[in-house]
């Protein structure tokens, strides 16, 4: 960040490319000691008999494969960093290389690669800026240099020598080609992001900060406590700072204080909530129901009644 040329750069070449976004992040929040914690561990099969308080929020990724149709996502266990950046990098190019396989043998499917490769990224430096401000990885025998005095970005500083950086790009994609990506999987790497938050209400402001409409929800409130005033403007608290980051437009998702409009917009809201919200009971165990409530108990009845869900 401190070098200001290569941010102009690595803006512009953020431009160059685009990929499907596979993130699910999961944000778990409720009030202090309501059992968040405890909740992801047991939903991870970890024992959860000791259990400390969160401080701030805790962030845990787990790493998973998905058929982006199917909507199962299967957890990966070990590291897989490497075999998931050579998969993505590699799949944009599944043509070329393909076709470069056909004919060609593997020493010159890497540099046919590598010169399209090269190629595209030179053309699309002229698509985006109208001239080539983006200085190129170039190679004496596929693409000149194109670095000239009225480029307007100059390449970083480095110590490397053009043909160094364009021999370690060489020796990258070789070792790439070399291992084995599958490019006809149709299953993607997907992350599952977990975000236990800490309940203390010391950490409420920076809610606006941290919660977004791009995760889903589980609100986790004690049972046990569905008659507490406190606990229930605690959990509708928790259910408006969620729902103050919505996608959908205003009308469907604005609440008015003016009741015969509230009832017509609420009928609408209850098929669209958005980001959506899983609600988790917590102290089922602690739950004192009179003998007729024991079968036919319904987690949702303990839900504070006037509380949106
Ligand atoms: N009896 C009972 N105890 C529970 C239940 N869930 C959690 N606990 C206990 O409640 C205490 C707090 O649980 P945590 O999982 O740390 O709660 P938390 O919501 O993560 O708390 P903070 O991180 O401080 O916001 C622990 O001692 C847990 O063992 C439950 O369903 N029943
Ligand atoms: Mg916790």
């Known amino acids: 960040m401190t070098d200001k040329r290569s941010v102009e750069l690595y803006l512009k070449l953020l431009q160059s490319g685009s990929e499907k976004k596979r993130d699910i992040r999961l944000v778990i929040v409720g009030k202090k000691g ?8 047991r939903l991870f099969g970890e024992d959860n008999t000791d259990v400390t308080s969160t401080n701030g929020i805790e962030i845990r990724t787990i790493k998973c494969k998905a058929m982006s149709d199917d909507g199962v996502w299967n957890k990966l266990d070990g590291t897989n960093e490497e075999a998931e950046i050579h998969a993505r990098l590699l799949k944009q190019y599944k043509g070329t290389i393909e076709e470069s396989v056909e004919d060609e043998t ?11 490769i090269l190629y595209k990224r030179s053309e699309v430096s002229e698509t985006v800026s109208g001239q080539s401000e983006i200085p190129p990885v170039y190679s004496e025998s596929t693409v000149k240099p194109q670095v000239s005095t009225e480029s307007t970005i100059k390449p970083p500083v480095t110590n490397q020598q053009p043909n160094q950086s364009i021999e370690e790009a060489k020796k990258d994609i070789e070792t790439m080609l070399k291992s084995n990506v599958d490019l006809h999987d149709k299953e993607e790497y997907a992350t599952l992001l977990l975000w236990d938050f800490a309940g203390d209400e010391e950490f409420y402001h920076t809610h606006q900060t941290f919660l977004s409409p791009d995760a889903i929800y589980l609100v986790v409130t004690k049972l046990n406590e569905a008659d507490d005033k406190e606990a229930q403007e605690m959990f509708q608290l928790w259910m408006n ?3 103050c980051y919505c996608r959908l437009d205003d009308q469907k998702n604005k609440v008015d204080s003016n009741s015969s409009e509230m009832h017509e917009k609420k009928s609408e809201r209850d098929d669209c909530l958005d980001p959506p919200v899983v609600l988790v009971g917590s102290y089922k165990d602690k739950l004192e129901l009179s003998s007729g409530e024991e079968n036919g108990y319904d987690p949702l009845q303990m839900c504070p009644s006037q509380v949106k869900i």
């Not at 059992?35 to 561990?41: E, F, Q, R, Y």
């Not at 593997?106 to 399209?116: F, G, P, Q, R, W």
């Open 241 to 243: 700072s969620i729902h």
């Open 106 to 116: 593997h020493e010159a499917v890497t540099d046919n690669t590598l010169k399209t």
């Open 34 to 41: 309501a059992g968040k914690t405890s909740l992801i561990k």
